[in-house]
């Protein structure tokens, strides 16, 4: 078992360290993470784990839901993240469809997400559903991240994005799924938008880490998405969320600060051009 130190993390955090940061009480943080210019600063922070989330439909793509998002798509991302970010642990999500035919068919577009990406491991949504697909990922050596609670890739059957399990048969469904997971081989479980009480539940009852989004105070890691928590979408503003910039002003004024100077002929001045 390795021992984890801040000073250790800097080296690169691993598979290891998600059990280890949970016994030691060391909150592990988690950002998406889907290009090359973002994947290069977060390289040099000090985040633990990059997760290409297919959350990228919606924040790169503009779609409506995660359900257009193809393999392919995710590759793409998740390479140039790899190569922004050497150093940092990349999750990848395995998109709608690409796990729920068969497990034979979930092992291969896993096998190529890993392979082509470079990736270090998979996320999937759902608990029991999945609970073969995720052995059989396991054993093909390829670590799984689960994902309960608020499913995106499930809108359809939801029919919206809002809290789960706050009935008592959703939260016994959830915290048997989290328990499903864990015994399935999964090394860590994304729990998004559930109630704060049952995330601690959840956090208490299973031994690997938890990592939550809009789930509360008391999972073992924070995981958001870095557009929202950069402020990039000004008219995205959750509860869970916390902005931690205001990058949509912060962008829109030097635009519109170089375009009044594109008009002025202020820019290019002396200083931007060649003799
Ligand atoms: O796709 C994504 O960004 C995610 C996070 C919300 C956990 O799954």
Not at 27 to 52: E, R
Not at 122 to 136: C, I, Q, Y
Not at 149 to 165: A, D, E, F, M, N
Request: charged share 25%; net charge neutral; proline share 4%.
């Amino acid at each position: 078992m390795s021992s984890v130190t801040n000073t250790d993390r800097k080296k690169g955090f691993t598979i290891n360290d998600f059990k280890a940061s949970k016994e030691k009480k060391i909150p592990i943080s988690m950002l998406t993470c889907y290009d090359f210019a973002f994947a290069k600063i977060l390289d040099n922070s000090d985040i633990d784990v990059l997760l290409v989330g297919d959350s990228l439909g919606n924040v790169i793509a503009g779609y409506s839901s995660t359900i257009p998002v193809t393999v392919d798509q995710m590759i793409y991302h998740a390479e140039i993240v790899r190569r922004g970010a050497p150093s940092k642990f990349v999750v990848i999500d395995m998109p709608f469809m690409s796990y729920h035919v068969s497990v034979e068919d979930s092992l291969r577009n896993a096998g190529r997400m890993i392979k082509e990406s470079g990736a270090n491991a998979v996320k999937l949504e759902g608990g029991r559903d999945f609970s073969a697909t995720v052995k059989a990922l396991v054993k093909a050596s390829i670590p799984v991240m689960g994902h309960l609670g608020l499913t995106p890739q499930s809108i359809h059957k939801l029919g919206g994005y809002s809290v789960q399990g706050r009935q008592e048969d959703q939260r016994k469904t959830i915290l048997e799924d989290a328990k499903i997971l864990e015994d399935s081989g999964a090394f860590s479980i994304v729990l998004e938008k559930v109630p704060e009480s049952l995330a601690k539940e959840i956090s208490e009852k299973v031994s690997v880490p938890t990592i939550g989004i809009g789930a509360g105070r008391y999972c073992d890691g924070q995981v958001l998405v870095l557009n929202d928590m950069l402020g990039l979408d000004e008219s995205f503003a959750p509860k869970f969320l916390k902005k931690y910039a205001s990058l949509y002003d912060i962008t829109k004024n030097a635009v519109n600060d170089y375009c009044g100077e594109v008009k002025g002929r202020v820019y290019p001045g002396a200083g931007n051009v060649y003799e």
